[in-house]
């Protein structure tokens, strides 16, 4: 904020910072969906001040697990060349406070695959008539 006082003779200003306090909290994630092979980029929605720190979790394990996953102290997760076997899961974002005040918000993460052929199709001739 800035307060100007000014009058024929001069003028004189004052600015201020206001900081808001409180306490951690993640709001609601919806659940992200992302094909095969693609990068998973998501942002923990983490609100509160001052925030210390902010982790991702998986399983109970804080990220990152292995050279795929990225985390940020601004609490971005990346995961490169998602796979559904080792990628489709729960993840949670965990912001904590100096004052060891913490919040908890899990994000769902599901894995398409596109379509593959088990067994490819092949040309067969049939006579009118006869079954397929």
């Given at each position: ?34 094909v095969a092979g693609g990068t998973l980029i998501v942002h923990c929605p983490v609100a ?77 001739a049939f006579a009118q008539g006869s079954d397929a």
């Open positions: 904020y800035r307060c100007i006082a000014s009058s024929k003779v001069g003028s004189v200003d004052h600015a201020a910072r206001i900081n808001i306090y409180g306490l951690p909290f993640v709001r609601s994630m919806e659940k992200q969906a992302i509160g001040y001052p925030i210390d720190t902010i982790v991702w979790e998986r399983d109970g394990r804080v990220l990152p697990i292995n050279r795929k996953q990225k985390v940020f102290p601004n609490g971005t997760l990346i995961i490169e060349n998602v796979e559904r076997a080792s990628d489709q899961a729960s993840y949670t974002c965990v912001a904590k406070n100096s004052q060891g005040y913490s919040a908890r918000g899990s994000l769902e993460v599901q894995v398409m695959v596109p379509p593959r052929w088990i067994l490819e199709p092949t040309d067969k």
